[in-house]
């Protein structure tokens, strides 16, 4: 099992906001980073660090973490926004781990 | 602009062997760790390993230690994947990406392309 833990399948409607989290004690200690998977394509990155999303990742996507859980909000979610999402996060000993992702369909 | 390009993989049988590279432009390779993650048929993303700037110090996913070896020449700003003993289960996409680390907080950009290793008899 995924040592950081995110719900399969979240939908939202067009224009509307959506979350979505990732939970692990290893969040208490470290930010998570967050990845976009559209079919067929590599992951980009969108958002890494307490909120900083890297050039051209679009400023409807934003993140925040309480506790163990960190969570990546998109406010007026588009249709090309509809990809899987993965978060990730690195502990002490130096290894990584990604939640199990979470397909995010725009209604 | 940086582009990772990967190369290798293919269908190799149980117990075998095989090498990906990922060769890397447009920014100071031996500046940067790197690091592998694979994609199972259908599944989510898993870390595999990863490799300091200059070689000295690896990590790995529990799964794969002992059969995995990641490694890189500075000199031709490649990265590589050894895999050995390979299993039905290593079936995946392999990608390399540069591992950048903001304030201790880690992540990934630059993705490779993937490239598919297949085991099977």
């Known amino acids: 099992s995924s040592e950081l833990t995110q719900d399969p399948a979240v939908s939202v409607a067009l224009g509307q906001t959506v979350r979505i989290t990732c939970q692990g004690d290893?969040?208490?200690?470290?930010?998570a980073s967050w990845y976009q998977q559209k079919p067929q394509q590599a992951p980009i990155l969108v958002l890494y660090g307490k909120n900083t999303r890297p050039s051209g990742i679009p400023d409807r996507f934003s993140g925040s973490t309480s506790g163990n859980t960190a969570s990546l909000t998109i406010s007026g979610a588009q249709a090309e926004d509809e990809a899987d999402y993965y978060c990730?996060?690195?502990?002490?000993?130096?290894?990584?781990?990604f939640g199990g992702g979470t397909k995010l369909t725009v209604l | 602009e940086v582009q990772v390009v990967q190369s290798g993989g293919g269908f190799v049988q149980p117990g075998g062997s095989l090498r990906v590279s990922c060769a890397v432009s447009?920014?100071?390779?031996?500046?940067?760790?790197m690091t592998w993650v694979r994609q199972a048929p259908g599944k989510g993303l898993e870390w595999v390993a990863d490799?300091?700037?200059?070689?000295?110090?690896?990590h790995y996913v529990d799964s794969v230690k002992g059969r995995f070896t990641v490694s890189r020449d500075n000199t031709k700003n490649s990265l590589y994947l050894q895999i050995s003993s390979l299993r039905a289960e290593d079936t995946a996409v392999y990608y390399c990406a540069r591992e950048l680390d903001w304030a201790g907080n880690y992540y990934f950009d630059s993705w490779g392309q993937g490239t598919l290793v297949t085991v099977s008899s």
């Open positions: 447009g920014l100071r390779f031996s500046n940067y760790w």
């Open positions: 490799i300091k700037h200059d070689g000295s110090e690896t």
């Open positions: 290893r969040l208490r200690t470290s930010y």
């Open positions: 990730n996060s690195r502990d002490s000993s130096g290894d990584f781990a």
